[in-house]
């Protein structure tokens, strides 16, 4: 029913930013969730931010502690595209940064997402 198709990633030195896109090929009634998550090597997939949509409007639920203030996730309801802008990137950003999206309001947990991106490798230089 949904596809995630995402890309964006790439080289950054420290302090650099790059946008992560996530396009959306099907159809997403009503109430959806939309999240990125991220991986390191040797470590397990973790959380990094998500937002809320329906036909009423968009709402940026929250973020880890580890990107707040310097992440941002938004959608272009047009596009049906998920974006990831990620500011003053670090080091300990490394990681395939995957999007996720399922419906209903999910919350932090990789196994409450139906629909996955095939990620995108982000690799932070210090």
């Known amino acids: 029913q949904v596809q995630l198709v995402e890309s964006g990633g790439g080289l950054v030195q420290a302090g650099g930013s790059l946008r992560l896109s996530c396009a959306v090929s099907?159809?997403?009634?009503?109430?959806?969730?939309g999240a990125w998550f991220r991986q390191a090597p040797g470590t397990e997939r973790e959380f990094a931010a998500r937002v809320r949509w329906s036909g009423a409007g968009t709402y940026a639920l929250d973020y880890a502690d580890s990107v707040k203030g310097r992440f941002t996730i938004s959608r272009d309801n047009a596009k049906n595209t998920l974006y990831l802008q990620l500011n003053n990137l670090k080091p300990d950003d490394t990681a395939v940064y995957y999007c996720a999206a399922s419906p209903g309001t999910k919350g932090r947990l990789e196994n409450e997402y139906t629909y996955w991106g095939q990620g995108t490798q982000i690799t932070v230089s210090s």
């Open positions: 099907g159809r997403t009634f009503g109430l959806y969730t």
